[in-house]
Structure formats: C-alpha cells, structure tokens
C-alpha cells in the first residue's frame, strides 16, 4: 500500500469509526455489531503502526495511546469556574426569581432547566475544533490538566463538527458514570476484593484523576455539556442556543433539558424530577436553574463563588419508614463493636437499603431503638442508611430493649468500654484480624496488592493465617486452594507478600495497628526511635517528647506494647526477617534538620519534606534548637518569629532549591 492509498483509508476508518461512535455513545442507536466495529478499529490500528507519520491527534485510536503519568500538569482556568449557591424549598426559588426580577426591573424571566450532574465538572478547550485541552475543576481557578484522560471518552468529540465551529471555545460540563455502569463497576471491585466506590460521583472522579489513561480507559464514563467558559468568534443567544449549538458539535446534550416561562414552570420542573428521579440512569442530586437570555448574565453578574443568574435546587434525600427486624453487632478491624439494625428491605435513593447504621450504644440508647420498632431511616451521603427516629406511636408493647453484648458477639472473648465504644479486647478476634490484615495490606503500611477483602475473608475463615506473620509462610500452594483464584493471580500475591518484607521501619510500625499511632506518628517515632527496640523500652516520658505525642497518647502507645500478643507479634516479624530499624540514608542532607513555614512556589510542603528526607536529611514539624535550616515561602506562619528569636539558620525557596540540586 502507497503512503497516499494508507492516508486515504485511514481517513475513511476514523471517519467511520467516529460516526459509529457518535452513533453509539451520544445518539444511544448503533448501526454495527460490536464485532464489525472492533474490526475497522484493528484495521486502523495496523495501518497507524504500518504508517505512524499518519497518526494525528484526533484519530480515535489516541483516545487510548498516552503512556501514564506521574503527576497531573497544574491549568489555570481563564475564566473562574464557579460553584452554585443552593435552593432547597420552593421559597428559595421563588426569592431567586424576585432577586432577579428585582435586578433587572422586570416582571417577566424566562428560565431553562437541567439536571445537577453528579459527577466530576470537567473544561474542555477546542481550538479551530480540535480538542486541546481537558482539565478538571479543581478550585476553580486552577486545575488539574487530564486531557488525556478525557480523550479516552467517547462522548467526548476529539473534533467538532458541523459548520459553525468557532476559533476557540471552552466547553464545561459534567463526567459521570451512568448508575447502572458504577453498580457493575462495584460489583467486579467487591469480586475482586478492592475497595467500593462510595458514589458515582467518587467513581467518576477516581476514574478521571487516574494518572494510567488506560485505566480511566476501561471506566464508562460520559460526558454532556452545561456551559462554556472562554469563547472566540461565535455567540450565543440563549442556554437552550448554546447547547443546541453542543448537539451539532457531535455532543450529548441532557434530553430532558426544557424551557420554562417564569418559574412556576421551573418549579414544576424541579417538582416532576424530583419524585421521578429514579427513572433517569445518570446521576442527578438536583436540578440547575438558569436564565435562559444570555444577554442578562452580566447585568445579573457572579458573586466570588457563583453566578446569580443560575441556581441548584437540591433533591431532598429520601426518607422511609420500615421496621427493626432485629439489632446485630458488627466487629470493625479496631475491635470496635456497632450496633447495626436489621430492617425490613425498603427502596432509598434508588437503593435498596436492608441495615443501617445504630452508630454507638450512646446513640442507640438516645434514639431508644428497640427491635421490632417502626422507623423512619434516610441514606446519608448515598451510602450508609442511618435511622433518624423511632416511631413510638406505632410500638404495641412487644419490642424488645437490646442491651450491649458482654461479650464479643464475633469471637466470644472479653469487651471493655472506651466512651461510647465498646471493644472487644481480643487481639485474635477474627473479626478483628481481618481488619488487622487489610490496614497491614493497605497503601500507607505494607501495600500488598491483591490482598483484599474476599481474599482475606478466605484466609482467616479457612484458619491458613491466624495472624500478619501467618501472610510470609503462605505458600503459592495455599493460595491455590482460595477458590477461584487463578495461578498467574496466587503467584503475583505470593510475589506480592513477599516484596514487603522489605518495606521501611516505618511502615511496619504502622502495620502493627497501635492504637494512635498513625503513618505521621509511625514515621516521627521510628526516626526519633531508630530502631523497634527503643520504642518497645520507651516509657511514657520518653514518647511525651516526640512531636504530636501528648500523655493521654503515650499512655495509651505504651499500655498497647505491653501486650504479649503485640511483642509476639514482632518477634514473629523480627524472625522472618522484616526491617525492624530505621535505615540511614547518607546523604547530602545527612544530619541536617530542616522546618518548612509558609508555601512554597515549586512544591508543596510535603513534597519538599520527602525530597529532604530522600537525600538523608530530617523534617521537624516545629522549631527548636535542633534544627539546622528554617525554609520560608511566603506568608510564613509563626514559626518564622521563634527560629529568630533562637538565632538559625533562615533561607528562602531559592537557597533550598540549590541545596538540593535543584537550581
Ligand atoms: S452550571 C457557574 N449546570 O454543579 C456555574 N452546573 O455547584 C456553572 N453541575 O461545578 C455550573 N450539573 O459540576 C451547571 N446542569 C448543570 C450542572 C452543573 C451539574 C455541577 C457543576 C458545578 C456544580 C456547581
């Protein structure tokens, strides 16, 4: 094939595909199989690596070709991307309709009305067409530069068409996850043993702040257009012009979007959708209601946070009435006991809600909850169900006063009270060791990739780990019998456990699970501490001294490293080789204490602590005579005051830099 024959097939390809795309994704009516269109997607494919002088940026094939990322480039959002102030009841619309009428001395308005997305607001920039440009909201002002995340979504056009494309235009609008698309997505991550996505909003957002393209790749995302922020060579009349103008651009516009004549009509509007809700498959938490006239946007004008010529009118969270089946306590992985009701299943928000949360025995006994009661339940946050209130009036006398277990429903073993709290005290609670083994596998301790929940269900129920040691003497043969777990996946874990043997010192003494002691705390302690050794000899006094230790904390650390499971535990550890010391890195930096104050223009605190930290110096969170350098960046907090008065060493941004070789 001739590099001109190779040129004119590949134009046709992308033009079919993008037109099946567009047929599939925005129009929601495909005309191919799934197999005839994987077919002209390889044919493309082949003729790009055959010829990949011909590959341009807006070929579908580069929705999914960028390599990951290490960080997300900063974008500054030329026009601020506001937030909406919020309208609850009918009679904050209202007043939002007489503030504007009053503004514009008018008694006429006509309003256009959609749906509150709820996902991740997303600007997209197109220059002569060509997407450019896709970043995230973040503050408003500044964003995070994700375009090629956002290629990856194909109701997201790499290329306008139609014929009024402009020289530039910013297109804002919201990604999201359909509903049943996030419940599938969950589904294969609860399979998979990995941690649930609260929301779709969560998952949208997670999806899209991915720095690996090809796992937001794999997301269903979508995208529809609500606003534009920069605009060069084209103007719009109204809302309801600007998205018809989206729909010829190859955008997916909100079907339901309508015109209101006054906002009665808008109420209306917002009065269908919110009891109708649960019909749409996108995440809606509201609906948004704008002036529809253009022209009157910059005589009504914006507060710092939002525009007044637009307002969100929040659903309001659904509430039901059902009945106490009965009232369980679940064991989390701190041995906490919580009161969970168990509740005749009703429909919430869409879900359907079966349990929900008591809280503590102190909130149990304020709402005096019974079994077999009547109660009004709402989802909080669109997750855990909670019960608002009893209704007594219904109670015919044969409900029944739960009383705090005296023992650990789970384990049997012994419980004590700390506040509200009930704990159970025994550390081999298998309750508890799962949970201990999930925080020992998690990102911040010993990061064991594959280790989730179902798998360590498994372990500890099939009794193969009876505490953290137990993960190093697994055998690739023991991980073969967890069902359905695959050779390659028992290898990799095996792999897996057995690469963290060579975490940090910090990392295992944050693994233990020591009540108080966090990733921040397990850090300060094993570079003040150096070694497992000296914490396990601390006494009280000793940790008082450590930044952000106070008595209450050193005496609650100490009491915990008494304990014969906690020092047998180790020991286990220490024979099978994991690191027990903190490692000296030498270093430039090495035996210099540093203290950050006020921000830094080239990075962040944290950021500049862990390059001090890389190069073997130390970080201190407070000024005193042991520190070496005070760092300042500017608006510099009270630190700056104390390191004069004690006489150090002051340096700015810039003589940090060349201390560390970045200048
Ligand atoms: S208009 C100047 N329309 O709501 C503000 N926003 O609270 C322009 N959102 O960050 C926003 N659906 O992410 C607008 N139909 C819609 C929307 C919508 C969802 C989100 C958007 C924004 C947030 C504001």
Redesign the pocket.
């Known amino acids: 094939m001739t590099l001109e024959e190779a040129k004119s097939r590949i134009e046709e390809l992308r033009r079919l595909i993008e037109y099946h795309n567009y047929l599939y994704y925005v129009l929601d009516n495909p005309e191919i199989t799934d197999e005839e269109y994987d077919k002209l997607f390889r044919e493309l494919v082949e003729l790009e690596k055959a010829f990949p002088e011909l590959i341009t940026p807006d070929s579908p094939t580069q929705r999914v070709g960028a390599p990951p990322a290490t960080q997300f480039a900063q974008v500054r959002h030329e026009v601020p991307?506001?937030?909406?102030?919020?309208a609850f009841t009918h009679e904050d619309l209202i007043a939002f309709d007489q503030r504007i009428k009053r503004a514009l001395s008018t008694d006429k308005v006509n309003y256009y009305c959609?749906?509150?997305?709820?996902?991740?607001?997303v600007s997209l920039i197109y220059r002569d067409g060509l997407l450019v440009q896709g970043s995230t909201?973040g503050d408003?002002y500044y964003g995070e530069d994700v375009t090629n995340n956002l290629r990856t979504i194909k109701t997201i056009p790499l290329r306008l068409k139609g014929t009024h494309v402009p020289p530039l235009i910013e297109i804002?609008?919201?990604c999201f996850m359909m509903l049943k698309d996030f419940e599938a997505l969950n589904e294969e991550r609860m399979q998979k043993g990995e941690p649930l996505f609260a929301n779709p909003r969560n998952a949208a957002a997670g999806s899209i702040r991915q720095l690996d393209p090809s796992v937001t790749a794999q997301r269903k995302l979508y995208f529809?257009p609500?606003?534009f922020g920069a605009v060069e060579g084209i103007t719009f009349e109204t809302q309801e012009q600007f998205l018809e103008h989206c729909k010829e651009w190859g955008f997916r516009v909100?079907e339901h979007?309508t015109k209101a004549k006054g906002i009665h009509e808008a109420i209306a509007f917002a009065d269908y959708w919110t009891s109708h809700r649960y019909e749409l498959p996108f995440p809606?938490?509201?609906?948004?209601i704008?002036v529809n006239d253009l022209a009157l946007w910059p005589v009504l004008g914006?507060t710092a946070r939002?525009?007044r010529y637009?307002i969100?009118y929040k659903f309001p969270a659904e509430e039901k009435e059902t009945r106490v089946e009965d009232i369980i306590f679940q064991v989390g992985r701190t041995g906490s006991i919580t009161p969970v009701a168990l509740l005749t299943p009703v429909v919430l928000d869409g879900a359907t809600v079966s349990r929900a949360t008591l809280h503590n025995f102190d909130y149990l006994r304020a709402m005096d909850v019974r079994k077999g009661d009547y109660v009004k339940v709402r989802r909080a946050g669109m997750v855990i169900p909670e019960v608002l209130g009893v209704l007594t009036e219904k109670r015919s006398g044969n409900e029944v006063i739960v009383e705090p277990p005296s023992q650990c429903p789970v384990c049997g073993g012994p419980v004590m009270w700390e506040g509200a709290y009930l704990k159970c005290m025994n550390i081999a609670c298998p309750a508890q060791l799962k949970g201990h083994l999930l925080h020992w596998a998690s990102r911040d301790a010993m990061d064991i990739d594959g280790l989730g929940e179902s798998l360590v269900e498994y372990l500890v129920d099939s009794g193969l780990v009876k505490d953290v040691a137990g993960l190093y003497t697994l055998s690739i043969a023991d991980l073969l019998t967890v069902p359905r777990l695959a050779e390659r996946s028992a290898t990799k874990i095996y792999q897996n456990i057995q690469a963290s043997k060579e975490r940090p010192f910090f990392k295992v003494l944050y693994g233990l699970g020591i009540p108080r002691v966090g990733l921040k705390t397990a850090q300060v302690l094993a570079e003040q501490f150096r070694n497992m050794d000296n914490i396990l000899n601390a006494t009280v006094d000793d940790l008082i001294g450590v930044e952000g230790i106070g008595r209450d904390t050193a005496e609650v650390i100490v009491k915990a490293l008494q304990s014969y499971k906690v020092r047998e535990l180790i020991n286990k550890l220490r024979a099978l080789g994991l690191k027990m010391e903190q490692e000296r890195i030498e270093g430039p930096l090495s035996g210099l204490t540093f203290v950050f104050t006020g921000s830094l223009a080239s990075m962040s605190r944290s950021d500049a602590g862990k390059l001090v930290q890389s190069l073997g110096g130390k970080v201190a969170g407070s000024v005193s005579k042991r520190v070496d350098f005070v760092v300042v960046g500017s608006d510099p907090g009270s630190k700056l005051e104390r390191a004069r008065e004690l006489g150090l060493k002051i340096i700015d941004e810039e003589e940090f830099l060349k201390m560390v070789g970045r200048r």
């Open positions: 991307m506001l937030s909406l102030d919020n959609e749906h509150k997305l709820d996902g991740l607001a909201r408003g804002r609008g919201e529809m609500y606003g909100n979007n809606a938490d509201g609906v948004v704008k914006t939002a525009p637009a969100a």
